[in-house]
Every structure is written in C-alpha cells, then in structure tokens.
C-alpha cells in the first residue's frame, strides 16, 4: 500500500505563507501530478512529503500512518530530483547499489534488486560505466533506478526531465508511465509543464499561490476548468479570454466592442446566466474552437484582422486582432488553409464551447 493524505497542510517562511491549507488524498497505486507555475508551492508540497520540509501546520499521512515526526528514511518513500545526484566515481551498478548497501542488504539481494531494475530500464549493458560516459537520458534512467531498487511504497518526482532536450523529455515522460504501469507504484511528479502533466497523470493537482486550484482528470480539467486561471493554465497555445457583457434580446447574448453573439442556452443555462446580466464577464474559448470553416454546431461569424500565422505541420496557430482592440487572440486551424498576415480573415466561433467566467473573481459561472 501507498496511499498518500493532506489534511490542512501549511508552510511559512517567516511571515510568508508558501502553501495554504492544502487536503489532498492520493490512492494507492495512483499517479498524480503537481503542476503549476514557478513559485506556486509544488515543490513544497513534495518536500514536506518526503520530509524534507518541517510542515507549519497540519499532518501528513502515509498508508493512514501519521508522519509529521518521521525521519526521511523511514517514510519508505524514495525521491527523484531534478539533477541526477549520481556518484561521478561510481559505475552504474555501484550507484544503483549503494543505498541498499548502506542499508545492510544482503550481497545476492542487491545483484537481484540491481539487475532487476537495469531490465526494467535497458540499461544493464552499462553497468560498468562511469556517469561521465552517460548521455543525459541514460543518467536519468539510472537516478530513477536507484529509486526503483529501494522497492519504496511511495516515489517522488522533482521536476526530474527539465534538464533534458524536449525530443528526449517526451522520450523519458513515455518511459515513466510505462514504468508506473509496470511496477504499480504510487507516484507523485512535480512539473510546471503542463503537457508533461496532460499526458502523464492520472490525477492533475493545480496550485496556485500556495493554494490547490483544482484535482482532477487531465480531460475534465481541460474541458471543465474551475476558473480562469485553471482554463489559462492548462492547453498550448491557452485558451482566448474575451471581457464584455450579458444582454438580454430575445434569450441571452455576450456583446463585446466588434460584435453580438446570440447564446444558444438551454433553459437551465438561461436561468443560470440570467443573474448576471449586464455584469461584466469573461468568456473563455480555446484555439481549436475558433475555426476556418463553419461547423455543425452553433457558429457565430467574426471578422479579424491576422497578425501572424505560425505553420506548426498538420496545423496552423493564427494570432488575430478584432476591430480596433488590442488585444491577440489565437486560433488553431488546418494547414490547407493559409490566411495572409495582415489581412482580412472570417473566422468562426464554436459558441457551444464557450467557457463563462466572473470577470473579477475568475470563477465559473
């Protein structure tokens, strides 16, 4: 078992509240994500977790034991970090080995647990090299190997790819979650990339300013973002934000300074809405739901004024203005379609994919 609980969890420096009240549960087996910007209380997060980090106030709980108290290496947890730690003067197997040694292994238990987990990563014909003779993925695989032969309840990620080229963190982010299916381990990653958390995590925890934002699915985060700063977060390119208002016609519409957009809202949707008409707000809408063509859904036509387009392969990013507002938007559209950078381009919106905001708050509607 690896299950993992938050209950009230704090941490100041000095006058400084670096994480806030922060209840999380983590399954056993699980793998969930941290993610959010620099400075937001991650990393934090997980130091208090592996007890490296006093926590002010709050308890910690790993397999239902309380740990506020318990030393570091006797959590059963074992810690991957950004930079590989390996002992330059070490070969592989000799790295891999020197906790269980420290520990008092036995000699034929160590070749198993050693060899086992070279199998696991295919580096077992590099058993004998120094770290000098690595390449940066190969050092990764044995910082995650030194983990894996501890056999720990709980394993904890670091930012452990940022020092790697992208080609080889989409490489290495692949080779983690294979691992995580094989070794059915709890598993808690730390990121401020927010692909890297779309595309490996179970669960997705985003924080913000020592607060936890929102846990969820990678799908039900993008698609039901709990606010503004959620909805922003988590999509490249990020989803568009317009300010403007309800109004009421014959049912309820968005007016922002280029044009009206008729709502088509279910009466429960109306009713919702209604409170806040003539209330500034905020609707959010990603690149992909602005389209080149009209769909089946409910469309509404805008006429912008390209700035830059940006061919990215199979599809275009095009950055547009509307009217006289300074404002760029995104839109992310086929590459059979090439619109001019400075010129006119009709662009539609899907409206059934309009997120609603609070234009103070940032809550969802």
Known sequence: MGSVRLEQVHKKYDKNVVVNDVNLEIKDKEFVVLVGPSGCG??????????LEEITEGKIFIDDKLVNNVAPKDRDIAMVFQNYA?????????????????????????????????????????????????SGGQRQRVALGRAIVRKPKVFLFDEPL?????????????????????????????????????????????????????????????????????????????????????????????????????????????????????????IGIRPEHILAKPSNNYNHKINTNINVTEPVGNEIFVYFALGNNSNQYVSRIPSDIIPQAGKEFELYFDISKFHFFDKTSGKVL
């Open 86 to 134: 390996l002992y330059p003067h070490m070969n592989v197997y000799e790295n891999l080995a020197f906790g269980l040694k420290m520990r008092k292994y036995p000699k034929d238990e160590i070749k198993n647990r050693v060899h086992q987990a070279a199998d696991i990563l295919g580096i077992k014909e590099m058993l004998e090299r120094k770290p000098k003779a690595l």
């Open 162 to 282: 940022s020092n790697l080229d992208a080609n080889l963190r989409v490489q290495m982010r692949t080779e983690i979650s294979r691992l995580h299916k094989q070794i059915e381990t709890t598993m808690i990653y730390v990121t401020h990339d927010q692909i890297e958390a779309m595309s490996m995590g179970d669960r997705i925890v985003i924080m913000h300013n020592g607060i936890i934002q929102q846990v969820d699915t990678p799908l039900n985060i993008y698609n039901k973002p709990t606010n503004k700063f959620v909805a922003g977060f988590i999509g490249s390119p990020t989803m568009n934000f317009f300010d403007g208002k309800l109004i009421k016609t014959d049912t309820i519409a968005f007016e922002i300074a280029t044009c009206k957009i008729i709502l088509p809202l279910s009466q429960q949707d109306q009713t919702r809405l209604s409170q806040y008409l003539n209330h500034d707000i905020t």
């Open 42 to 51: 991650k990393s934090t997060t997980l130091r208090m977790i592996a007890g």
